[in-house]
């Protein structure tokens, strides 16, 4: 079965600066999804990047990235240029390609932004 | 408007009360899913509606008694629950049930506490 494993339950970073949040996977597929998403205050979860397991590039998006490595199962999150409102929790999940859907969830990070 | 919208935001109930939990979506998907959140806990996954057909039973025990109406509605009917019971319960939607675009997009949740 797939896991997700977030090792950092709290992160914190001033704000303009760059944090790395860290997500390991473990599963014998090839061909898969990989996320992340933010939790903030008001509950509701909002994707902020997806990762397509058989694209080598790493995603991208504004000031999000991140770092894909699959032959390590590793999937980590950059936040460039802290602001405020990214203060959140981050949740990583998987989702395998080939069956229906069923999102495997991390257990999180909250990611803390210091003025 | 977050496309999911989710009712009531916060809910106390007793043990011996009957409840239900409400989600519409306005994005014309044809999934929708209810997941259960616990704090410091990934996210569970509790049921599975596919064009209004039941697709996932995560074991969920039977004082939790989903209903889809039709596919822009979700339901979680609730009675005789336990204080474990007490979560953010989640809804959310996806365009379909498998392949790459099955992104899902979730409301902002509903606060059980169980007393």
């Known amino acids: 079965a797939q896991t997700v494993t977030q090792s950092q339950p709290e992160m914190s970073v001033q704000e303009a600066e760059t944090v790395t949040l860290s997500c390991t996977y473990d599963?014998?597929?090839?061909?898969?999804?990989l996320f992340w998403y933010k939790q903030p205050p008001s509950r509701q979860m909002i994707l902020v990047i997806r990762q397509e397991a058989y694209k080598q590039q790493n995603a991208t998006e504004n000031r999000f990235s991140v770092n894909f490595q699959k032959a390590a199962k590793s999937f980590s999150l950059k936040i460039s240029d802290s602001q405020l409102g990214d203060a959140a929790m981050y949740f990583c999940?998987?989702?395998?390609?080939?069956?229906?859907?069923?999102?495997?969830w991390g257990a999180g990070t909250k990611l803390i932004i210091k003025p | 408007e977050t496309g999911v919208t989710q009712t009531p935001r916060h809910l106390v109930m007793g043990m011996t009360n009957k409840k239900s939990l409400k989600c519409e979506q306005h994005?014309?998907?044809?999934?929708m899913y209810w997941y259960k959140q616990s704090a410091k806990k990934p996210l569970e996954l509790m049921f599975v509606y596919n064009f209004k057909e039941q697709t996932e039973n995560n074991s969920v025990p039977s004082r939790f008694s989903p209903e889809c109406p039709n596919s822009s509605h979700l339901f979680l009917h609730l009675h005789t629950l336990q204080p474990e019971d007490s979560a953010l319960y989640l809804c959310?939607?996806?365009?379909?049930?498998?392949?790459?675009?099955?992104?899902?997009?979730f409301g902002q949740g509903t606060r059980l506490t169980v007393v």
């Open positions: 599963t014998s597929e090839s061909d898969y999804y």
């Open positions: 999940a998987y989702r395998s390609a080939d069956s229906n859907y069923q999102l495997i």
């Open positions: 994005l014309g998907h044809n999934a």
């Open positions: 959310a939607s996806s365009q379909g049930w498998t392949g790459p675009n099955t992104e899902a997009f």
